[in-house]
């Protein structure tokens, strides 16, 4: 484990060296939540149907999307991706460390590092300002630390799928130009899920990305409560499970099969 | 000379294409990416608008029409003027004194920089949502209701070309691009999908005066579709707010001309 956790930090030390971009960063989405949060005031105002999501946690919702917004970010690793084009990807297998691991770390410290700076200053000023709310309950906020971790990990899993798929098209098209499109929809950071037509749910509740954002937000809206918390991130660890074991049969076919590139 | 640059700006424009050819494959994923994306951000208001059936007393088709003006201009003001977008790398390199030798001025060429073609992606989608707006609100187009649509569209390009402009320009004292500025052009698009009237004053003032997003849909949506405006501008300031636009890129491309002045190379 430990050539692993030592990738991790590294590369985690580095990351923290943009701190610019993260300033940048903490201000575009405090501007993006605050234009949403007024467009689902002027909502709110419009109606008294009865809503999935009450004003005041959709607010919450909006602002836990912004804060943690790097979640759903995706795309290939380029550090990889510059690897695999240039055939330097043969030195990373000969490095004694798991492959499959390794690049698990990259894509988890990738996320997670530049996360970390924005988390908290997002939070803490739509908190003060913009009417977030705290968590639901104790439970809810000890089960929602649980959930945001599991949705990082699934993250992760996913963009190492993205970046193994590489092996096969050099270039990173396909699979992720559109798995952008599919996790924006459908983790709940374009619109929160429960907003969704009802026939639309099952769907969403089947697939992988609901992992990403909309389960950790509404455990801790005390939305996803008692089993149906446990359940939901139940369905998170699943399919980081079968997103691993995915990752890693694709590698192994993959090396078998690779040709590297240039000399 | 005007012809003669014309000419110029159409063989930067093949070259662009012809390179962005090369991958075609890559470049149907990137466009057709593209297009998802935006798509499903549209289905995500139709979803909303399901629930909530208006916003202040706005209906979805109504909001087709703020959306996709707004789409259609962005998506063109993002191929064309690209150059600006991706400007900084040109001052980190220092390729840019390269372009201040050449006989033609710095802003046309850093224009003919790139065209970027997968921006197709979004223009689909915008003009999709457009029309479909269009017929759902039985809009009666006239020759004059349509010269203001596209008196509009071209009014909101000027306008995010002028931003991508400002951008660029402060390259000239930061050397990296600030990503803040992302705020008003992401950021822009992003509140102009819906009628300004729903936003709080002091955000109406900033998009109204400062970033005149407002001239470009707004406004002149007020008279296609010939309705009154709660916020009480008049028919003719609607037929005539997208100059704004073209005075904002005016403006910026003034800002440009100091900055370039101002320039020192970064050298290497």
């Avoid at chain 1, 309950?137 to 798929?165: C, D, N, Y």
């Avoid at chain 1, 995915?246 to 590297?260: A, E, N, P, Q």
């Avoid at chain 2, 930067?12 to 994306?37: D, N, P, T």
Wanted: with cysteine; net charge positive; proline share 5%.
């Amino acid at each position: 484990m430990k050539p692993y956790i030592a990738i991790l930090s590294s590369r985690f030390r580095t990351l923290l060296q943009y701190r610019a971009a993260a300033i940048a960063g903490v201000g575009t989405q405090l501007f993006f939540g605050l234009v949403r949060m007024m467009i689902f005031d002027a909502f709110y105002r419009s109606t008294t149907a009865d809503q999935p999501l009450s004003h005041s946690e959709t607010v919450t919702y909006i602002w836990l999307g912004q804060a943690f917004i790097l979640l759903t970010l995706f795309g290939v690793d380029t550090d990889v991706a510059l690897m695999i084009r240039n055939g330097n990807v043969a030195y990373e297998m000969t490095r004694p460390v798991d492959l499959y691991k390794m690049w698990f770390a990259r894509a988890l410290s990738g996320r997670a590092a530049p996360m970390s700076m924005r988390v908290v200053p997002i939070l803490v000023v739509a908190g003060i300002f913009f009417g977030l709310t705290p968590p639901a309950s104790f439970t809810a906020a000890a089960l929602f630390h649980v959930s945001i971790v599991g949705g990082l990990l699934l993250g992760a899993s996913m963009v190492t799928i993205l970046t193994i798929s590489m092996l096969w098209t050099i270039s990173g098209e396909g699979i992720s130009r559109l798995a952008p499109a599919l996790v924006f929809i459908f983790s709940g950071i374009a619109v929160p899920l429960p907003f969704f037509p009802d026939w639309l749910q099952p769907l969403i509740a089947v697939l992988p990305f609901r992992g990403l954002m909309d389960t950790p937000f509404r455990v801790y809206l005390g939305h996803l409560a008692g089993t149906d918390a446990l359940l939901a991130i139940a369905h998170q660890v699943l399919w980081l499970l079968a997103l691993c074991m995915s990752g890693k049969w694709m590698l192994s076919i993959g090396i078998r099969r690779l040709v590297v590139q240039g000399g | 000379m005007k012809w003669d640059s014309l000419r110029l700006y159409w063989r930067y424009v093949e070259i662009s294409f012809r390179s962005q050819m090369q991958y075609r494959l890559s470049f149907a994923f990137h466009a057709f990416g593209h297009f998802l994306v935006t798509g499903s951000e549209f289905l995500g208001f139709v979803a909303i608008f399901q629930r909530f059936g208006q916003i202040n007393g706005w209906t979805l088709p109504q909001m087709g029409l703020f959306y996709g003006i707004v789409s259609i201009a962005f998506a063109i003001a993002e191929a064309v003027p690209r150059g600006f977008d991706i400007f900084p790398r040109l001052i980190r390199s220092g390729d840019f004194d390269r372009v201040l030798l050449r006989p033609r001025s710095a802003a046309f060429q850093v224009l003919g920089q790139e065209f970027q073609l997968m921006r197709v992606g979004r223009f689909t989608q915008g003009v999709i949502v457009l029309i479909w707006a269009s017929q759902r609100l039985g809009i009666d187009w006239t020759a004059s209701t349509v010269a203001l649509l596209l008196f509009a569209i071209v009014g909101g390009i000027c306008l995010f070309s002028g931003l991508f402009v400002l951008q660029a320009t402060m390259c000239f004292w930061t050397t990296e691009s600030l990503e803040i500025v992302n705020c008003t052009t992401y950021g822009g698009v992003e509140a102009a999908q819906f009628p300004l009237s729903i936003y709080r004053p002091w955000f109406r003032t900033v998009f109204t005066f400062i970033i005149p997003l407002a001239t470009i849909n707004y406004f002149p949506a007020h008279a296609i579709l010939n309705i009154t405006d709660p916020l009480g501008s008049t028919r003719i300031i609607q037929w005539l707010s997208p100059i704004g636009g073209i005075l904002f890129l005016w403006a910026s491309l003034q800002f440009w001309h100091f900055g370039v002045k101002h320039y020192t190379s970064t050298g290497s």
